[in-house]
């Protein structure tokens, strides 16, 4: 069993940056790979970034390439999502979710946490 408690969601004006965290309890080796996915009103969840035990790959969705960027602390158990440059656009309640192995769809995922709301105002 892992739990995944997410943090640091907000309100922020266009442009503005924000850093989410997940951090992770449980038998976190047994699901090295972390991913954060995001879903706005009426809408399917939709991968955002992903990144393996060691930190040494990533993965993200062509629309937060080179504003958002994805990070991990093993010490503290704890995966980051730092977002720039947010747009509108990015207004979603944001999850990250523990697996396997690195994918980029939900179903390849075991664990999710509760979500966080990420707002940006233009």
């Known amino acids: 069993q892992v739990e995944l408690v997410e943090s640091g969601g907000g309100l922020v004006q266009a442009g503005g940056s924000l850093r989410l965290s997940c951090a992770a309890s449980?038998?976190?080796?047994?699901?090295?790979?972390m991913g954060w996915f995001r879903q706005a009103p009426g809408k399917e969840r939709y991968f955002v970034a992903t990144?393996?035990?060691?930190?040494?790959?990533?993965d993200y969705k062509d629309y937060v390439k080179g504003r958002f960027t994805i990070s991990r602390d093993n010490a503290k158990d704890t995966v980051y999502l730092q977002m720039n440059s947010l747009k509108p656009e990015d207004t979603a309640v944001y999850y990250c979710?523990?697996?396997?192995?690195?994918?980029?769809?939900?179903?390849?995922?075991?664990?999710w946490g509760q979500g966080t709301q990420v707002t940006v105002s233009s």
């Open positions: 449980g038998r976190t080796f047994s699901m090295p790979a």
């Open positions: 979710a523990a697996g396997r192995a690195m994918a980029t769809v939900a179903p390849k995922y075991d664990y």
């Open positions: 990144i393996t035990w060691s930190g040494a790959a990533t």
